[in-house]
Structures are given as structure tokens and as C-alpha cells.
């Protein structure tokens, strides 16, 4: 390889991730680019990131098409060095036969005096070491620059990007043709390739990108829709993504029904089910659960949202902090259980307690933690709790965000439910789960009443402690449930 081409491998992504889905680039073929700019937006099993570059330079190729899981150390974009040409190795190659033959991209630099100094500038900031590119994380002294194309316009290079180089039918990167009555769109030769295979007639496709362009979806739609059927129309396109539809006639060998749909297991519920396998097969569990009257705690809050409006911590952020204090009196619940590859076995203690707490969000079940939660009083554990819940469902969670709990508390009495046999989230050995409070009946001295009930679960690994440290934890945290006032008094 010429070395006036800089290949960016997909970095190590951090806390054992070894592959990334590619969900949009944010460049294309033919832009220049700084230091640090980001270049993809790609979704790991625990949070959709920005990964920018470590090179500055123009864009020669991008590796990898929207969708498409990338592993670790593979290449994900080449990029020429200023000065350079950008022209992609592709683009040297044959074209292959009943193609359409492109125009090659310019790679729009300039020899002027100014351009040079620019150029060198991007190489005095490349010798500064970049390479620092681990999610969340850019190149330490570093230019960030702005995008050179509007991040909108991204869309439509989603799907101009090239095959793996493995693929020997493949076209040039740089590859775009203009159909007659698309408007000024430039269909990109994947889009035109896949058309071609399956027999599609461009012409009688309504682009539903950009200024009418033909998207890799509409292509899909095309083929599985039959011949005779009315075309969706466009805004029904474009607002919804392509199914993943089976073909018509699968049928199921044991039920014998047919296949509606198939729906590959990736990102976050693909995370998930390794986790939840994973903590299954190797911890034997064990639950224990109580009762436990919160009138007392309702109360408090009620009568300190009076005070405060506007400055009162949610039930969740007083649980907590009982939770965390619980920890310190009980530690064996703030641990792991680590086997060695010759089979040797200890347990692992930490000075410190990150807290993580389940958040539901559009991507599937994702639990990020607040880390040093013990250093922290109840009204900043709520600060913190609703910051990260709302990163976690914009996608935006560092995987450190995500992946450094060492005690799970599960919320799910949201969901109006009462109780769960909960999975602990592996590599943790206990989860604590809090129910919904309803008004239930309850003896307060001696007599009936109706009282705040909520059921307290904690589902625990029984290689690290007995039942007498699970039931004492949770009789510490539901005590203190019971009677705040007092609890928050001794912390």
C-alpha cells in the first residue's frame, strides 16, 4: 500500500467488545477531513457512539456498508494523506462487465500556498498521536473539525459505500451514475449492482432518499414486492425501515406455520443474550425476597417536595442510597467471582461501589451505572441516575458508562409488577429488584391498616456468601425503607 494512504482500523472499543455494528457514515468518498473528525456512527452491545478519526486527509475508501457488523482491527476507512491523491484502490480496478463505467471523484484539494500550509498542519497534528480513537475519547490536543457535508446528507452515503474486498465482483467506490427523470441523484453502484442481480428496473423505482435518490431499501422493497402488486407509496418508504421479511412460502418444519419474519439478533439484544446465558450457566443463584411497608418513606418525600418542588430525589435515589450504605455493611454483595485459566478460583473485592440500575430504552435493556455511588447523597445519586437514563436512551453511553456497575438495582414495580426471579447481570454476583407500591393491608401495632407495600427481591450468587449475608442485606435495606428518618440519620 502506497504510503500516502492511511488505513483507520475499527478500534478497540473497550470492556471486551470485539465487533461494532456500522449504522451511518458521516463522510464520503472524496472529503477532506481533520484530526478527530468524526466519521461513523456505529452501535456496539452497549451504546451508539461517534468515532472519530485519528488522520487528517481526504477520504480514498470507506470499508463497510450501514448494517453491517465490523470486528475489531479490520479496516474501516482509508484516508489520503493532504497532498495526496484520494483516488481508492478500487477504482483502479476492472469494471466489471454490464456496469455502468464511472467518472473518477476529484479529490478537491488544493496546490495553493494556503492548501499546503493546511496539509502540513494536518501532519504536525497526526505526529501529535492520534490513534487515541476508544469510544468517547478523541486525540489529546487535537483539531476537531466540523463536518465537511451536512450529517442529514449521510443517509444517502450509507448506501454508497463498497463491498468487502474479498467480494472479486465488486465496483469502484468512486462509482455513480445519473438516471434519467431521478432528479440530480447519483445512484451509488451497490444500489445499482443489487438491481441489476435481481433483475430491477431503476426506472420504475421512486427514490425515497435525498432529492428522489434510490436507496439500497427501495431496491429491497422492490424485490419483494411482486410484479403485480400497487407500489407503497413513497412517504410510507421513507418513515419506515426495510422488514425483515422471510420469503412467502417458508414454512416452519415444527409447527408448520409460516414464517412471518426473521429478525437478526444483534447490537443490544445480542449483548443481552450472551450476558443472560452467560450468568445462567455459570452462577447458581439463589433468591430471597420480603414485604416491606414504604408509607414512611412516601411520607418524607411528600413532605420534602413541599419544601423543595422542584429539588425533591425520586423513591429510586433514597433506595439507593439505603442500597449503598447496605453494601459497605455487607460487601460480599460488591464483588465477582473470577475463575483462572488454570481453573483457579477467588473472589474479587473493591474499594468502592459503582452502582448500576436497569433503564429501559428503544434499543432494549441497557444498565448503566453511577460510579462511586457511596460518595454520593441521595439528591446527587438522582442527578446522576437521570443523566445517565437519559444518555442511555439517546444511544449516547460510553461503554465505561455501561459496563462498570458492581451492583445491579433493578426498578421494575414500573412496569407494574410485583416481584421477578431476576437474572443477575453478569459479571456482578447480586441484583437487588423493588416492585410496584400498592396499598395492601398491613398490622401497625396491633391493629389493620392500609399501608405503601412494595416486595423487595435480591437474587444473589451463592459461591461468594450464604443466605444469612443476603437476608441480612436486604432486612438492612428494607429497615431502612421502613423507617428513613432514622436510617439516613446513621449514614
Known amino acids: 500500500m502506497s504510503s500516502d494512504m492511511q488505513v483507520f482500523k475499527l478500534p478497540d472499543l473497550g470492556e471486551g467488545l470485539t465487533e461494532a455494528e456500522?449504522?451511518?457514515?458521516?463522510?464520503a468518498v472524496g472529503d477532506e477531513i481533520v484530526v478527530d473528525q468524526p466519521i461513523a456512527e456505529v452501535e456496539t452491545a452497549k451504546s451508539m457512539v461517534e468515532v472519530p478519526s485519528p488522520y487528517a486527509g481526504t477520504v480514498a475508501e470507506l470499508h463497510g456498508e450501514a448494517g453491517q457488523t465490523l470486528d475489531v482491527g479490520k479496516p474501516l476507512i482509508s484516508i489520503a494523506r493532504a497532498?495526496?491523491?484520494?483516488?481508492?484502490?478500487?477504482?483502479?480496478?476492472?469494471?466489471?462487465?454490464?456496469?455502468?463505467?464511472p467518472s473518477p471523484v476529484s479529490s478537491g484539494l488544493d496546490a495553493s500556498p494556503a492548501a499546503e500550509a493546511a496539509a502540513e498542519t494536518y501532519r504536525t497534528e497526526e505526529k501529535a498521536g492520534s490513534g487515541n480513537v476508544l469510544i468517547g475519547y478523541g486525540t489529546p490536543g487535537g483539531v476537531t473539525g466540523g463536518r465537511t457535508r451536512p450529517r442529514k446528507a449521510s443517509v444517502s452515503v450509507a448506501s454508497s459505500v463498497v463491498e468487502p474486498a474479498a467480494v472479486t465482483e465488486m465496483e469502484p467506490a468512486v462509482a455513480g451514475t445519473r438516471i434519467p427523470g431521478k432528479?440530480?441523484?447519483?445512484?451509488s453502484p451497490l444500489v445499482r449492482k443489487m438491481a441489476r442481480d435481481h433483475g430491477v428496473s431503476l426506472d420504475a423505482i421512486e427514490g425515497s432518499g435525498t432529492s428522489g435518490l434510490i436507496m439500497r431499501r427501495d431496491v429491497e422493497a422492490a424485490i419483494t414486492v411482486p410484479a403485480?402488486?400497487?407500489?407503497?407509496?413513497a412517504a410510507s418508504r421513507v418513515s419506515?425501515?426495510?422488514?425483515?421479511?422471510?420469503?412467502?412460502d417458508a414454512v416452519d418444519s415444527r409447527t408448520g406455520l409460516s414464517v412471518s419474519a426473521r429478525t437478526p439478533v444483534r447490537g443490544v439484544r445480542k449483548a443481552v443474550a450472551a450476558n443472560m446465558t452467560r450468568s445462567r450457566s455459570e452462577i447458581p443463584e439463589a433468591t430471597v425476597w420480603v414485604d416491606v411497608d414504604a408509607t414512611a418513606l412516601l411520607e418524607m418525600r411528600a413532605e420534602l417536595k413541599k419544601r423543595a418542588p422542584h429539588d425533591t430525589p425520586g423513591l429510586l435515589a433514597f433506595i439507593a442510597r439505603f442500597v449503598t450504605a447496605g453494601l459497605k455493611k455487607y460487601p460480599a454483595l460488591n464483588t465477582r467471582f473470577e475463575t483462572a485459566s488454570d481453573g483457579s478460583q477467588e473472589i474479587v473485592g473493591f474499594d468502592g461501589i459503582n452502582l448500576g440500575f436497569a433503564a429501559q430504552t428503544d434499543r432494549g435493556l441497557v444498565?448503566?451505572?453511577?460510579?462511586?455511588?457511596?460518595?454520593?447523597s441521595a439528591r446527587e445519586l438522582d442527578a446522576e441516575i437521570r443523566r445517565?437514563?437519559?444518555?442511555?436512551?439517546?444511544?449516547?453511553?460510553?461503554?465505561?458508562?455501561?459496563?462498570s456497575g458492581t451492583f445491579t438495582l433493578n426498578n421494575y414495580g414500573v412496569f407494574g409488577v410485583?416481584?421477578?426471579a431476576a437474572i443477575i447481570n453478569y459479571p456482578e454476583v447480586a441484583m437487588l429488584g423493588v416492585g410496584r407500591i400498592i396499598d395492601k393491608p398491613w398490622v401497625v401495632n396491633g391493629e389493620l391498616a392500609v399501608r405503601k407495600v412494595t416486595e423487595l427481591t435480591l437474587a444473589f450468587d451463592h459461591r461468594v456468601c450464604d443466605g444469612e449475608t443476603a437476608a441480612g442485606f436486604l432486612r438492612y435495606v428494607a429497615d431502612a425503607i421502613e423507617n428513613p428518618g432514622g436510617a439516613l440519620a446513621d449514614m
Open 418 to 420: 410485583d416481584g421477578s
Open 22 to 27: 456500522l449504522v451511518n457514515w458521516l463522510v
Open 240 to 248: 419506515a425501515p426495510a422488514p425483515v421479511a422471510a420469503s412467502a
Open 183 to 187: 432528479l440530480s441523484a447519483v445512484i
Open 228 to 233: 403485480t402488486r400497487e407500489p407503497a407509496p
Open 388 to 403: 445517565l437514563t437519559a444518555v442511555a436512551r439517546d444511544g449516547k453511553a460510553t461503554p465505561t458508562e455501561l459496563g
Open 367 to 376: 444498565v448503566p451505572s453511577v460510579r462511586n455511588a457511596h460518595q454520593l
Open 83 to 101: 497532498g495526496a491523491s484520494a483516488a481508492s484502490p478500487a477504482a483502479a480496478a476492472p469494471v466489471p462487465a454490464g456496469s455502468v463505467d
